[in-house]
């Protein structure tokens, strides 16, 4: 039986899982967080499935050492690449980010066909935007229609988001602004009721794409939901932290270097300490 | 003693290194090459030395499989980085794409101070633009100093480049005609002589960076002084190829799918055969 006591895993390929690091914290305060980001070997949103399960379970064998009761993928190439597999990979139960933000944009469709609105055929029209390989995975499409076969899901790979983030630029850099407004382009010409943020970065430019797209699209961000089915999964397995403290945040890596703690605030909204590194040599050993 | 009938290998984080390959048998038809690109763990131009040394000696070590004659590292972050160790780790010349290209720039800035010339310091000052590791390396203002003390460098580190140029875009998008005027910016305030496309994958955009900085700046590519370079080596050690026949390239990648395929072409100037796969796990067992 999970101890309440254990850490929570997260696992993903580099900073972006922070957010969802970072709304874990704010809803479940006193759990301690084990944090792996695999900086060495990332993005992984340009590389292939087979290459995105390897690499992940790598990093989640790496995470089980610190005997987690559960295991967050906050990442989601591999959410959408890879869940299935990871689920049989491991003991303990493994969460997503894709099925917590496909329930979410369904209940916001669903809700826009209840409240009537604007323009017809909007509630029943869901966007998404992520790397490439969640787009060409087609995984969010098959969640969303598992769920409600009616909905439709257009979807954009958004490449420079990443890189764009990564360089530090603010929303209201000009490049950012066009970038956005080519990529979100399909979204105007046909309209949604709501926007899936596919990965775990794009939250830091929520505003401009809200500006971008108008109120009537509501934005759909991952993290927080995935907080409240981490927090659901406890509570079924009796596991939720007893401690009176706060709980504490552990950052693993691959990559040595300064980068991570020179960005990773911005994704957590608080400093980030020092993070351990391990080589990705050690990963091999792990298997 | 090496057989000319041997292949030189090539290696490169990803694809850009294809841009050497192809100046080597555009310059050097007869020789066979055995391109590497570590595309499962790329980009390396985000990542700290030792990762960058560790990865590109793995890549290296599976490479001496094919016996080669030579050794091109066609990566300027793994160039700027490692190739001081690289040369100790191997038994076969290591050649890398900085120092060509440091010396290419030394030599038009020198030109450029003999003929005079419109400005007053231009002649001195040579630009740089990579990725964030090779500026961060300091390892081009090191080697062009070592040339000629009284040059100064100025370096610009350009994270969009690499990702717009791998989404397809062209060098007539508003959006690349933006981030390089952005980019190139300090370029045009502080005149300089010359340009070095300090990573292979900026040559795609060599005409708008030429016409964005006028005709007074040389744009120094380093793949064809590579090219010069390996032909240098390989006549000094007697293994240029006498073949009567056109040399192969074979291309080993680390990650599977058919990106490599679809974006080859663009730096090879012709179309690139399936790759073959090599899972990054192998490497680690040939250290």
């Known amino acids: ?17 922070l957010t969802v690091a970072r709304a874990i914290r704010t809803l479940l305060p006193r759990e301690s ?8 070997r990332l993005p992984y949103g340009t590389k292939s499935p087979a290459t995105v399960h390897r690499f992940t ?18 990442c989601n190439t591999a959410s959408a690449l890879a869940l299935a597999q990871l689920r ?77 983030i990564e360089e530090g630029r603010e ?5 950012v602004g066009l970038v956005l407004r080519e990529y979100l382009q399909p979204f105007l010409e046909m309209e949604i009721s709501a926007l899936i943020l ?19 699209v509501t934005l759909i961000d991952s993290a927080r939901q995935t907080a409240l089915v981490v927090r659901d999964q406890l509570a079924t397995m009796h596991a939720l932290s007893q401690s009176p403290h706060d709980g504490r945040l552990t950052c693993y890596v691959t990559d040595q270097g300064q980068r991570f703690e020179r960005l990773a605030s911005r994704f957590l909204g608080e400093a980030v300490g020092q993070p351990v590194w391990v080589t990705p040599e050690m990963l091999e050993t792990v298997e």
Not at 198 to 216: D, K, M, N, R, W
């Open 1 to 17: 039986m999970a101890s309440p006591a254990a850490p929570i895993g997260v696992f993903d390929s580099g900073l972006g899982g």
């Open 33 to 40: 967080i084990a944090y792996f980001g695999d900086t060495a």
């Open 57 to 74: 379970r790598q990093c989640l064998r790496f995470l089980m050492g610190v005997r987690p009761k559960l295991l967050v993928v906050a």
């Open 88 to 164: 049989n990979d491991f003991e303990v139960p493994v969460i997503g980010v894709l099925e917590p933000g496909a329930v979410a944009a369904v209940e916001v469709a669903r809700q826009a066909a209840r409240s009537g609105g604007s323009t017809p055929g909007r509630a029943q029209r869901i966007g998404l935007i992520a790397t490439e390989a969640t787009i060409g995975s087609n995984a969010y499409p098959a969640a969303i229609r598992a769920l409600d076969p009616a909905l439709q899901v257009i979807g954009r790979a958004c490449p420079l988001l990443v890189p764009m």
């Open 171 to 175: 929303e209201s850099d000009l490049i």
């Open 198 to 216: 596919g990965c775990t970065h794009y939250p830091i430019f929520a505003s401009a794409v809200q500006e971008t797209l108008g109120e009537e």
